[in-house]
């Protein structure tokens, strides 16, 4: 199999990480390189710094894929005499595209937020601030029972009727539709000003409200009637199965001191390591996750009723006001467990490359991963406090 173009795996990526997805504040997609150029071997790695891209053209990469992006917020140049602009400079001169899925990815279905579940074994996983699902209508057309099957196969071809793993689903049901033709009609069946009674199928299709136009167009087009009879109905929205973090359960309860030691040992080691905040010998089953910084989502958390919060980059105040909740009211306040930002996010990594062959394989092409095992995490050490001493008493003046 050859060597997809840029521009095609930029399309896979596109399909799994949507950037429609991703926050109005975020700058996601392709950063830089040709959308003809092949590419044969893609790294994948949390941050786009010179260490990665250092290991990026060591290697022969093709495409860099991070998690965060270089150009967050704008800039007015990109001067090689500025560390981004370099970057960049280096990139270019070395034929290494870089594209970036940030929080695209976090909600995508296997994305950041179902890595780092799994990572630390969770089962019966659900968004925790789920994203609506997409709007959808209900397409209702009158048609003769005859015409009713290419009508069917017209909407579905327009992208009606596509519910999960399934296309051309439809329901039908039988009446008796009448009408009377006016005198500038051109009726398929009848006379003008004469009443007709017809034999109709009543067909319901669901599709994406973005598409109501081309399915109406494709109705239209099919339908034998000159002026067909027909109903959109705009359906209930709903909460959809992606979205922000994810709560799930373990296997089997634990203590608060125990689970900081699993989650510990399933994420990179760093300067940091796990903090935890709560009983040590407190129940530990049902936990939330969110990979990245999650201070902000407190309020889900604790809707969500959860035993344990894991997360990165708890501010003081926001934990502080947390625990002093669950001193307050335990029963709605889950144990805090902070590990460092860039071990939150790179569980994502091997997932989002092996999705990549698998896609790249499905399209008739191939592509050759590797993971980055560099540490960006941005602290390079940590000095543990001393142990307190020991109370001293004294006992001068005293018998």
Known sequence: MSAPRLADVVHLLERRYPPSTAESWDAVGLVTGDPDQPVRRVLFAVDPVAAVVDEAVAWGADLVVTHHPLLLRPVHSIAASTFKGALLHRLVHSGVALFTAHTNADAAAGGVADALAAAL?????????????????????????????????ALAAAGAGAIGEYTRCAWTSTGEGTFTPG???????????????????????VAPRRLRAAVVAAMRAAHPYEEPAFDVLELASWPGSTGIGRVGALPEPTTLRAFAEVVAGALPPTAQGVRFAGDPDGRVERVAVVGGSGDSLFDAVRAAGVDAYVTADLRHHPASELRERADFDRASTPYLVDVAHFASEWPWLPHAAAALEQDAAAAGTTVETRVSTLSTDPWTGRVASPEPAAPHTSTEGHP
């Open 121 to 153: 074994g969770l089962v019966g996983t659900a968004p925790l601030d789920a994203a609506p699902a997409e709007p959808l209508d209900k397409h209702v057309v009158f048609v003769p029972v005859g015409d009713a099957e290419r009508l069917v196969d």
């Open 183 to 205: 005198p500038a009609a051109t009726p398929t069946i009848g006379s003008a000003g004469e009443a007709s009674r017809v034999v109709e199928a009543r067909v319901e299709m």
